[in-house]
């Protein structure tokens, strides 16, 4: 098992982050740094992801790995997380139609669009494994399998150019901006949550950037010298949430997409404001990692298996948002969701942990 | 041109008041059904809707354009995916002939005291619609949002989109026999009233529908998950004539108290459309 290092540090942020705000309405909900700026976990997340596929393919020196390798090693990982979608999304719709049946209750039916899914499972079963057919807060890992889909591409130009990588990227991105370019949903009408066409500018940022980060010592001095910038973000992202600033999308001109705030499309004032966030919180890891010890272990535990960690926390924040509206919520409650899922989460990764050291030679049950 | 697109309105003001006497009521009448609509959605129209302008509707009409829809919300009805806004879209043409209605149909998971209300505002900048019709309220419900905080990011987003001139709809949630004692969810369903009331938008009261048509003797088909099931599909096979009715009964009221510069149209001369 990797030590405790930031990477997995803040990704297990992140998750955390994320299922705290994937049972929305919840107490706890306004202590998450989502609630005091424009970008929320989901950014962080994705940047993480892309880091780490630095770190896959590249050794500590900063030399590739053969390209064959990575791209097998990609395409691994994307079975892998399609997998998983697959298997959240089934349990996801059992526990919601389990749910409605055992309350008697067919409100709970149309529980984060699962409605669409009841009323034309012929179609919908179909969009399911096309992932063109996506559950509310169910959208992150289809948004992932597709980035680690193309992310051969971006890791193969970066062989040549980092810059290349880059531009090739910012490009595509930009265009999705000005021509609003998204994958469809299906069936019913509307485009996919995530835009992979403009968040994978983040995965490959992320990618880049610990390239750099690795061959010389110069963005490191950089984002020193930009801190206050960054101070700066963050205050004015706390400063527009807290007011409710936004532009109106009515109102700014076109191409409307650079103006606007939108998750979606990961619009540059989200994307402007989360490296703002990178600046100014990325060197506290150094300074609290030796003062919060177990929790620390614990977010870097979570962070290794991100994955599992991820799956199991969108199931368990599904229970637990069951569990407040069958109580009708309140902070006892709340607590109690929280709790017991943070447990979950840490016992998911210690699990797959577990079963790791003890898949060896010996034979299965 | 603008003689034609008058008359064409006039044709489906004509249209309506012969379909439906109560519709054409300025307050809906308390007893007897709506003759327009089928024999197993009818409501009485004082517990179906609350009627309010639609000024921008009423102006596509006149102007002889396409009418825009967004109808954000819900599921479509069992056996197909397409089937509420088809049926929606099949319902409107009906009740105003010679209008051509095109309708974009969005799910918009999370709550609108959060989240949602933002996405909201980017499907109406997409979309840029004559009119939203809106199902709010079950997800709040669900994640047990506070009705106070429910009601204020409902009020403000219903007051952005009409300020850009769109017209709204609202369409409160459903009733089942489990959440009839919820306090939490009469609190929120109370709230997309109070909310319709005051930012005077017309409102489909699909829990006071529902609840009337649940209290109806109900012989006939069963349904193999119980009856709480069995009426909400009932409910979602209904909806699309409740929304339909709710938007000309609306259209008629703004027809009456016409604005002053569109009114020189509507006294011309009848003309047989075509």
Same mark, same amino acid.
Do not use: M
């Given at each position: 098992m990797r030590d405790p290092n930031a990477i997995d540090f803040w990704r297990g942020f992140a998750l955390v982050t994320i299922f705290i705000n994937h049972v $929305? !309405?919840? +107490?706890?909900?306004?202590? +998450?740094?989502?609630?005091? !700026?424009?970008?929320?976990?989901a950014e962080l997340f994705v940047f993480l992801a892309g880091w780490s596929i630095g770190i896959a393919t590249? !050794?500590?020196?900063g030399t590739p790995e053969p390209a064959g390798k990575s791209v097998v090693r990609l395409l691994a990982r994307t079975v892998e997380v399609y997998r998983a979608q697959l298997t959240v999304m089934l349990l996801a719709l059992a526990l919601i139609a389990g749910a409605a049946l055992l309350l008697d209750n067919p409100l709970i039916l149309e529980w984060h669009n699962a409605g669409g899914f009841f009323a034309d499972p012929i179609q919908s079963v179909c969009g399911m494994a096309l992932m063109t057919y996506q559950l509310g807060f169910f959208n992150i890992l289809p948004l992932y399998v597709v980035l680690i889909g193309i992310a051969p591409i971006f890791v193969l130009v970066g062989r040549l150019s980092l810059i290349a990588a880059l531009a090739l990227s910012g490009a595509v991105y930009l265009a999705s901006l000005v021509f609003e370019w998204n994958l469809p949903s299906w069936p019913g009408e509307g485009d996919w949550f995530f835009d992979p066409f403009c968040w994978q500018v983040l995965l490959v940022l992320g990618f880049v950037l610990q390239g750099w980060n690795l061959r010389s010592d110069t963005l490191r001095r950089w984002s020193r010298r930009l801190i206050p910038a960054g101070i700066v973000i963050v205050i004015l992202g706390i400063v527009l949430a807290v007011t409710g600033l936004r532009p109106d999308p009515l109102m700014v $001109?076109? $191409?409307?997409l650079l103006f606007t705030f939108e998750k979606t499309y990961l619009t540059p004032a989200r994307l402007l404001h989360f490296l703002g966030v990178l600046l100014a919180f990325a060197p506290l890891y150094a300074l609290l990692a030796p003062r919060i010890g177990g929790v620390g272990r614990y977010l870097s535990q979570l962070g290794r298996n991100s994955l599992a960690v991820f799956s199991m926390g969108s199931i368990l924040s599904l229970i637990g948002q069951l569990v407040r509206f069958q109580t009708g919520g309140g902070v006892l409650v709340d607590m109690l969701v929280a709790g017991s899922g943070l447990v979950g989460l840490g016992f998911t990764a210690w699990f797959v942990e577990w079963r790791t050291r003890n898949k060896s030679s010996r034979p299965r049950p | 041109m603008r003689r034609v697109r008058a008359s064409g309105f006039r044709w489906a003001l004509a249209a309506l008041i012969l379909a439906g006497p109560a519709a054409a009521a300025e307050q809906p009448a308390d007893?007897?059904?709506?003759?327009?609509?089928?024999q197993e959605c009818r409501v009485p129209g004082a517990q179906l809707y609350t009627m309010a302008k639609l000024s921008a509707v009423r102006s596509a009409l006149s102007e002889n354009r396409p009418l825009k829809i967004l109808a954000i919300g819900g599921s479509a009805a069992p056996g197909a995916s397409a089937s509420y806004p088809a049926k929606l879209e099949a319902a409107l043409e009906q009740a105003l002939p010679k209008t051509d209605v095109t309708i974009d149909h969005r799910g918009l998971p999370g709550e609108i005291a959060s989240g949602a209300s933002e996405r909201l505002r980017t499907m109406v900048a997409e979309a840029e619609p004559d009119l939203v019709v809106w199902q709010v309220g079950t997800h709040d419900a669900i994640a047990r949002v506070d009705a106070d905080a429910f009601a204020s990011a409902l009020s403000e987003a219903v007051a952005w989109i009409r300020s850009h001139g769109i017209d709204v709809v609202l369409v409160d949630p459903i009733y089942t026999a489990s959440m009839a004692a919820d306090v939490d969810y009469n609190r929120i369903v109370e709230a997309v009233r109070t909310v319709a009331g005051q930012q005077q938008v017309p409102l489909v009261r699909r829990y006071e529908a529902l609840r009337y048509l649940s209290s109806r003797s109900d012989k006939g088909e069963g349904h193999m998950l119980g009856r709480q099931f069995r009426l909400n599909d009932l409910g979602l096979r209904c909806m699309a004539e409740h929304v339909a009715l709710t938007i000309a009964t609306s259209l008629m009221r703004t027809e009456a108290e016409p604005a002053p510069k569109i009114a020189p149209a509507l006294t011309e001369p009848q003309r047989a459309p075509g």
């Open positions: $929305p !309405g919840n +107490t706890f909900e306004r202590y +998450t740094f989502s609630q005091y !700026g424009i970008s929320d976990a590249r !050794g500590r020196d $001109p076109e $191409p409307r | 007893t007897g059904d709506q003759p327009s609509l089928s």
